[in-house]
């Protein structure tokens, strides 16, 4: 394990920065790849710890450098946490793969987490989009993580993201004045529009057998098998947010796990799915350190 360091003094607390190299849990034919990782580290780490799961083709800066903003933030009031790239992402070592073969990974980084950490003794996952699901689809398995923070998790589907739209998007558009003097002036191509709309229509439509391969059944089961804590932040302009809500409107399973006492849910309005703006990110930091520090 190689570590560098730097040093940063954030709301007149210091924060200690150390890159990390170390293995994925993996056991595949790429378990000795190399992972990197960077560490924000407090004079006083609390025992609690955070550990950032990037998703996407996103590595552990994020956009608008969300992931380093929000480290810092958090170890400048007392929590460690470790942000890192995934096998094939970033300065990682490997071949890039999708959040459903990010466990070995997310272990990989746990097991560096407590040994560079030896004050550790718990650690809630973070995760954005499919960072998100990854992180709540290995937390079941995994005793060192006792709560989950989830961002727009990913649960994408082609009839939940019709759905979404139909919702969303084409139904608000019949009570905008703007569509309909566009609509008698000629500047909307009323075909073009029907064909789309019809589109939407037909895939909202689709059965459960033809998205075996969606997000949503190993999230659910994933949720419902974990004990630990959840905060779930919602942005308040995103469709994927509405994905997420339109489960709940539909599913009595999905409403039953949201209903537990360890569950809290957070929207920030206004945000699309990213959090691009300095406001955004900021209410994010206050939401995530006022929960963590609630138990």
């Not at 466990?103 to 950490?117: C, E, K, N, R, S």
Request: a positive charge; proline letters at 4%.
């Amino acid at each position: 394990m190689k570590r560098d360091s730097s040093q940063q003094h954030l709301a007149g607390r210091s924060v200690r920065e150390l890159a990390l190299r170390f293995r994925s849990a993996a056991e595949d034919d790429e378990a000795q790849a190399r992972l990197a990782g960077i560490l924000s580290l407090p004079d006083v780490p609390s025992p609690r710890g955070v550990l950032i799961v990037t998703g996407g083709p996103q590595y552990r800066v994020g956009s608008h450098r969300q992931f380093v903003l929000l480290a810092r933030a958090l170890a400048a009031q007392g929590w460690p946490v470790l942000r890192f790239d995934l096998r094939g992402m970033g300065d990682s070592e490997g071949s890039a793969r999708d959040y459903r073969a990010a466990g070995p990974d997310i272990a990989g980084a746990l097991a560096q987490f407590f040994d560079a950490v030896p004050s550790l003794r718990e650690v809630a996952l973070w995760g954005l989009c499919d960072g998100a699901t990854a992180a709540a689809c290995h937390a079941p398995s995994d005793a060192r993580v006792n709560a989950l923070i989830l961002l727009n998790p990913w649960v994408r589907s082609s009839a939940g993201l019709a759905r979404a739209t139909l919702r969303h998007y084409y139904l608000p558009r019949l009570l905008q004045g703007a569509f309909w003097r566009k609509l008698t002036s000629g500047g909307l191509q009323l075909g073009t529009s029907l064909a789309s709309l019809r589109q939407v229509v037909t895939a909202t439509q689709k059965g459960a057998t033809q998205e075996d391969d969606t997000p949503a059944p190993a999230l659910l089961r994933a949720l419902a098998q974990f004990q630990g804590k959840v905060l779930l932040i919602l942005s308040g302009d995103d469709l994927g947010a509405r994905e997420w809500q339109a489960l709940f409107d539909g599913d009595a399973a999905w409403r039953a796990v949201a209903a537990r006492a360890q569950w809290t849910q957070a929207q920030v309005d206004g945000a699309n799915h990213t959090f691009a703006s300095a406001a955004w990110r900021a209410e994010v930091e206050q939401l995530c350190a006022r929960w963590l520090r609630s138990w």
